[in-house]
């Protein structure tokens, strides 16, 4: 089972406003680490789309160009 969790982290500017957004993530179950291990450290292209009742998270590793900057 997967729960997407959401938290609001806060940011303070110049000691007096307070910016603050959303962070989701996603825990992955254990029996999928090993699958993940290439992925590491990468720079990852994401698509997600919602379909009916399903959610599909597509993750891709970004290509990179022959001077070493991501190419999107």
């Known amino acids: 089972m997967v729960r997407i ?4 982290v806060k940011k303070r ?3 007096k406003s ?3 957004y959303a962070v989701y993530s996603l ?15 990468k720079d990852l292209d994401m698509e997600v789309q919602h379909e009916r009742s399903k959610l599909n998270i597509t993750l891709t590793p970004k290509l990179e160009n022959p001077h070493g900057e991501n190419v999107s």
Do not use: I, M, S
């Open 5 to 8: 969790q959401k938290r609001l």
């Open 13 to 15: 500017y110049y000691g």
């Open 18 to 20: 307070v910016y603050q």
């Open 27 to 41: 825990n992955v179950p254990k029996r999928f680490h090993e699958l993940l291990q290439t992925f590491l450290d």
